[in-house]
């Protein structure tokens, strides 16, 4: 079971730092066996706009992206076809060390100068695959870290649970546990039903024979 600090603080109010909190979990018998620290360098891939995207001249499925970093544009090359003039991206500068020990440079891609990389879920660790780039959300600040912009620095912890304790294989339920530690209590999350079409009145009815 993963759960993360921020996810878990959203259900229940907690002052406990992540090495607090792995010991207290774990004596209350779910077992830590990882906790990793979400973003820790990957401070260097920041959110990016990209303010003109144009076809490779030498390469047919390659593009050319000026790309604005908050402080300057800069030319990125790349081999996505999902993104557009306007998108919101990730940049991996150059000198930034992707999951897999991958190291961004400055280089020339078939002619053509790349100063970064566009990411996409997959090369930043945040999926095993992934069909083109990261396309971010509209409005989030240009220039900052994309894990912070995105709300993703965060610390994961890999639960090892006992059979006897299948109440804890939910969010829900391992926050109950926290607010158990603390004193707390946990904020349940509100479904918003939109209801439309026939009243259920109309379309059946329920008769109590034996009350």
Same mark, same amino acid.
Not at 4 to 26: C, I, K, P
């Given at each position: 079971?993963?759960?993360?600090?921020?996810?878990?603080?959203?259900?229940?109010?907690?002052?406990?730092? %992540?090495?607090?909190?792995?010991?207290?979990?774990?004596?209350?018998?779910?077992?830590?066996?990882?906790?990793?620290? *979400?973003?820790?360098?990957?401070?260097?891939?920041?959110?990016?706009?990209?303010?003109?995207?144009? =076809?490779? #001249?030498? %390469?047919?499925? *390659?593009?050319?992206?000026?790309?604005?970093?908050?402080?300057?544009?800069?030319?990125?090359?790349?081999?996505?076809?999902?993104?557009?003039?306007?998108?919101?991206?990730?940049? %991996?500068? #150059?000198? &930034?060390?992707? =999951?897999?020990?991958?190291?961004?440079?400055?280089?020339?891609?078939?002619?053509?100068?790349?100063?970064?990389?566009?990411?996409?879920?997959?090369?930043?660790?945040? %999926?095993?695959?992934?069909?083109?780039?990261?396309?971010? =959300?509209?409005?989030?600040?240009?220039?900052? #870290?994309?894990?912070?912009?995105?709300?993703?620095?965060?610390?994961?912890?890999? *639960?090892?649970? &006992? #059979?006897?304790?299948?109440?804890?294989?939910?969010?829900?339920?391992?926050?109950?546990?926290?607010?158990?530690?603390?004193?707390?209590?946990?904020?349940?999350?509100?479904?918003?039903?939109?209801?439309?079409?026939?009243?259920?009145?109309?379309?059946?009815?329920?008769?109590?024979?034996?009350?």
């Amino acid at each position: 079971m993963k759960v993360t600090r921020n996810w878990l603080a959203e259900y229940v109010d907690f002052d406990l730092s %992540a090495e607090q909190l792995s010991h207290r979990l774990t004596m209350a018998g779910l077992e830590v066996d990882a906790m990793e620290q *979400l973003g820790v360098g990957l401070e260097s891939v920041i959110v990016a706009r990209l303010a003109d995207v144009q =076809p490779h #001249p030498d %390469a047919d499925r *390659l593009t050319v992206c000026q790309v604005e970093t908050g402080n300057e544009s800069v030319q990125v090359v790349c081999g996505a076809s999902n993104h557009k003039t306007g998108d919101l991206v990730a940049l %991996a500068q #150059p000198g &930034t060390v992707l =999951p897999g020990d991958f190291k961004i440079k400055k280089s020339k891609i078939r002619g053509q100068v790349s100063n970064g990389m566009l990411c996409s879920h997959s090369e930043l660790g945040l %999926a095993k695959e992934s069909e083109g780039i990261m396309i971010l =959300p509209a409005g989030l600040e240009i220039g900052k #870290p994309a894990f912070d912009a995105l709300g993703l620095s965060d610390i994961l912890f890999e *639960l090892g649970l &006992t #059979p006897n304790r299948p109440d804890c294989l939910s969010v829900v339920g391992v926050a109950r546990e926290v607010a158990a530690m603390v004193g707390g209590s946990v904020r349940l999350p509100q479904a918003d039903l939109a209801e439309a079409g026939e009243a259920i009145d109309d379309a059946t009815s329920v008769t109590v024979e034996e009350a």
